[in-house]
């Protein structure tokens, strides 16, 4: 195995390296999930991430933004990219085709403690666009299965038709590996599941919190509801992560406008447990 | 560290001597202000200057800074802007050095800023002793005193100066320019009396004890509120300060859109959009939550990871707000003095 990273190459961490777009699904009518490949061979071979990391898309002329990765560490050679249509750059982005070629940086950041949570039980719960970083870590958790004992995924949406990986989870529900719950604030007509937050669920599942590590993503009201209910369920604050979003320029905790409290969240997060979370002023 | 006596009828020669390998850049006159700018001379010099109104920080991160230039047909950077010419910036004070030491700790720490650090290498920072003006309080911080970051420090001892040698550039510039001569007992005990008059020399005493659990204790005191409601979130501070590095990135296309260039320019957190992500949530839309992560960052988040806040007492803040919001007041009111009107 290579011993060189990524890091170790780009003597520029402002240099973007060029990708190529591989592959563009469409998930909903605002998020696209891209797969992009990096051209150089050796830049491609270095990148390693964590799940929970990000990268900064550039659309040359248009700027840079920073996209959690959603693909799992233990898929090497391509990187998958699930995008929200929300401003200029992932507009732009949106409007790229197969073989068209952007800009790459990255891995950025602190993801989950993988190696930390193996021989534990996992309860993850994501909101709307938060399952973009968590997929990362249900990808790596499904590739290595054997090393975590019972894995809980609660998934919330607003309404059925903006739940990402809509086909991948509904196959999941039918699985013994994985106990997956899906909600919904809206049903429609077609839905026949769970209507209402997802801190509705907690009352449909159990926990052993001394053998349990959470991970929560979504947008920022939903935090604090959450983990009150991990907490009712007695989880320790160092056992619950999250995943904040804030805007990063640099990635590199130069820029500072992804400062919360005392912390950086591009180099000191995104992923923070509860424990430090509570302790960054303004972040919850 | 070593120490030469340099007589003041000598400056030219030093001058000269810069010039010769280096861009001369000191404080000159501007209307009744005072600016960093290029000198042909030591005549140009206003080395009685009280202030600059923009610092030093200009010259290692321009308020404007191209990074990189790319090429649209390819998607791929085409050059990057890494060159910089030797630069020697002369006559710059105590606070001023300090603070580009602070602005290392960021730019040449984890993750080097590679812009940033050729500017550093390729310039001579020679430093002067100063005298307090009433909004000075360096003296809080310990930043009036200075123990690196210069090739050469000049105290002003009358008829000569008492020259604190660092680098070897710094050496060799004397060696070669200028006539110096060892110091002797009298030199050392004039610079003490000078240094000692310069620490008495300070208005008022800034009590910064307690400070960093205040700022974190009284996270929500109706102080910051009142703060906020005075806050014009103009940026001017974030704009003179030394030590602040916030920056924007942005790109722009040449006019017939085949080739770029991507650009730094500086920001501010008291910007309303500053902490906005793309689907319009602000993480601090109000002018009080601004102001206060500002002094929040400053004397508690920079404190946190680098054991030193991230303030130098210049001023210059002081000098630029027009609603009366600095340091000084918010120490204050943090205190339990509130904020005077």
């Not at chain 1, 050679?77 to 507009?91: H, M, Q, Y």
């Not at chain 2, 390819?74 to 602070?102: K, M, Q, T, Y």
């Amino acid at each position: 195995m290579s011993t060189t990273t990524y890091r170790d190459l780009g003597a520029n961490p402002y240099r973007p390296w060029p990708a190529r777009i591989t592959s563009i699904i469409d998930l909903t009518e605002k998020e696209k999930l891209f797969e992009l490949r990096l051209i150089d061979e050796t830049v491609r071979e270095a990148f390693v991430h964590d799940a929970g990391q990000f990268v900064e898309v550039s659309v040359f002329g248009v700027g840079e933004a920073p996209i959690s990765i959603s693909s799992a560490p233990s898929k090497q050679g391509f990187i998958e990219l699930c995008v929200r249509k929300a401003g200029d750059v992932t507009s732009a982005l949106h409007s790229k085709q197969c073989g068209d070629i952007v800009g790459l940086r990255g891995p950025f950041g602190r993801g989950f403690p993988f190696e930390e949570m193996k021989g534990h039980d996992i309860l993850l719960v994501a909101g709307g666009l938060g399952i973009a970083p968590l997929k990362s870590l249900i990808n790596h958790i499904h590739d290595e299965r054997h090393d975590f004992g019972r894995v809980t995924i609660l998934l919330g949406a607003r309404n059925p038709g903006e739940i990402l990986f809509r086909q991948q989870f509904d196959m999941w529900k039918h699985r013994d590996d994985f106990d997956l719950i899906m909600t919904v604030d809206t049903p429609d007509a077609s839905w026949d599941g769970e209507v209402g937050l997802v801190t509705k669920l907690f009352d449909r599942i159990e926990i052993d919190p001394a053998a349990t590590y959470g991970a929560i993503c979504g947008p920022p009201v939903m935090y604090r509801y959450v983990i009150d209910e991990m907490r009712k369920k007695n989880m320790d604050a160092d056992r619950i992560y999250v995943s904040f979003e804030r805007r990063m320029k640099c990635g590199i905790g130069k820029c500072g406008h992804c400062g919360v409290g005392h912390q950086y969240a591009c180099i000191d997060g995104p992923v923070f447990n509860y424990w430090e979370a509570m302790n960054l002023q303004g972040a919850i | 560290m070593f120490f030469r006596i340099m007589d003041k009828l000598r400056l030219p020669d030093l001058i000269d001597g810069l010039a010769e390998s280096y861009e001369v850049i000191g404080p000159v006159a501007k209307g009744e202000k005072f600016v960093f700018a290029p000198i042909a001379g030591a005549e140009e010099l206003r080395l009685d200057y009280d202030t600059t109104l923009l610092p030093p920080k200009t010259f290692f991160t321009p308020p404007t800074e191209p990074l990189m230039g790319f090429s649209m047909a390819d998607s791929d950077v085409r050059s990057e802007s890494l060159e910089s010419p030797p630069r020697a910036l002369f006559g710059v004070h105590p606070c001023d050095i300090n603070a580009l030491g602070l602005m290392d700790n960021v730019f040449l720490g984890e993750y080097e800023d590679p812009y940033y650090k050729a500017r550093r290498e390729s310039t001579l920072v020679i430093g002067i002793n100063c005298k307090p003006r009433p909004e000075c309080f360096c003296d809080a911080w310990g930043t009036d005193e200075v123990h690196s970051g210069f090739d050469l420090f000049l105290s002003d001892l009358g008829d000569r100066y008492f020259v604190s040698v660092q680098s070897v550039k710094g050496a060799e510039l004397l060696d070669r320019f200028v006539e110096t001569r060892p110091i002797t007992a009298e030199d050392t005990e004039d610079f003490q009396r000078v240094t000692r008059e310069f620490k008495a020399s300070f208005s008022e005493k800034v009590d910064t004890s307690q400070l960093p659990l205040l700022i974190d204790a009284k996270y929500n005191d109706a102080v910051w509120e009142e703060l906020g409601e005075k806050c014009l979130a103009c940026g001017a501070c974030s704009m003179v300060c030394p030590t602040c590095y916030c920056f924007d990135v942005r790109d722009r296309l040449s006019i017939d859109g085949a080739t770029g260039e991507r650009e730094r320019v500086w920001d501010s957190c008291m910007f309303s959009n500053f902490a906005e992500v793309a689907h319009g949530q602000n993480f601090r839309g109000t002018r009080a939550s601004r102001v206060k992560y500002r002094y929040y960052h400053k004397q508690w988040g920079y404190l946190s990871k680098y054991g030193r806040v991230l303030c130098v007492g210049c001023g210059r803040c002081e000098n630029a707000c027009k609603a009366d919001i600095n340091p000084r007041v918010v120490i204050k009111a943090l205190q339990g003095g509130g904020v005077a009107q």
